[in-house]
Structure formats: C-alpha cells, structure tokens
C-alpha cells in the first residue's frame, strides 16, 4: 500500500477556476445511467488509449504492464518501485514500476495536458489505464457518474466535457464481471 503525506498551509490561495455545474444538458444518452462506470480515451504520449476508467476510488494511477508493452514505450524510461497493491477482494498485486507520460485529457482546443505518474501493474484489467484521485485532481477534473461524463478547465481557462463511451464502458463493466 502506497502512502503519501504532503501538508499544504492553510493559507494557500485556491487557484481561480470557472465554476463546473452539470445540468439536464449533460446528459449523453435518453436512458438513465445507473451503473456504467466513466470510461473515456485519452491521449497519452503520442497515442489515443481507450478504455480508460476514471475512479474516484482509486488512490493511484494505473497502466496496466499489457498497455506499457502495446504502446511500445522504451522500457528504459520504466523506474523500478517496490511495493504491492491490495485490491477490493484484498488480493496483492506487485508493482513492475512507474513511469511518467504525457497524457491529455479532452480534444484541443478544449484539451489540458499533463505528465501523469503511471504506476505498472501486471494483472488482468478490462481497462488500459485507471486515472485515479491523483491525476483527476492534478487535472480539476470533476466526475459525474450520472451524466457519464468528466468536466475541467481546459488550458484555454474554458470549462470542458469529455462523455463517456457507453459501448466500451459496457463491455468493460462485463468483461470485469466474468469469472476468470
């Protein structure tokens, strides 16, 4: 289990962001969601990644070892880690290593890049990569489970929206419930 402590003043200033609201216009589909998960495509490094969760619950970002090796990254650029991750059913999950990549959220002009720290994990996952706490923080993204969809301020200071693709969260949602 990974554990961080930073203390941030009480008196730091609050960065000035457009406020993000979600309205009956956010809605993507006419059906009501009621379990799909958030599952969007992000750019990350040079290449679009599909099947990306976004997981309020999550307390690290997570590539999975099949994604690192798909999008050819130089192993090189793989930091070793030690430690283990301990999933929902209390398994324990070794960490390959880290890496940090490139990673854009949203299409430009309504687009914010970052370089996110991808902890590799070698295990299987109906996603490619889990973008957690961290990365959902660093980027102000806002996540609506209702409205299937993700809000943040773009690099333009405008507020963005990225919607969830329903198909692939789907499949992802019942790949994830088969029996392995």
Known sequence: MLA?????????????VPDITFTSKDFDNKTPNLDDPVVISVTTGDLLVRKVLLDQGSSADVMFLSTFKKMQLNKKILQPSSGEFVGFSRERIPMTGYVWVRTTLGEPPNSKTLDIQYLIVDCFSPYNIILGRPSLNTFGAIVSTI???????????TIATVHSDRKEARQCYNAGLKIQ
């Open 4 to 16: 961080v402590q930073n203390e941030t003043p009480t008196d730091a200033p609050t960065p000035e």
């Open 147 to 157: 409205h299937l969809c993700v809000k943040f301020c773009s690099e333009k200071g």
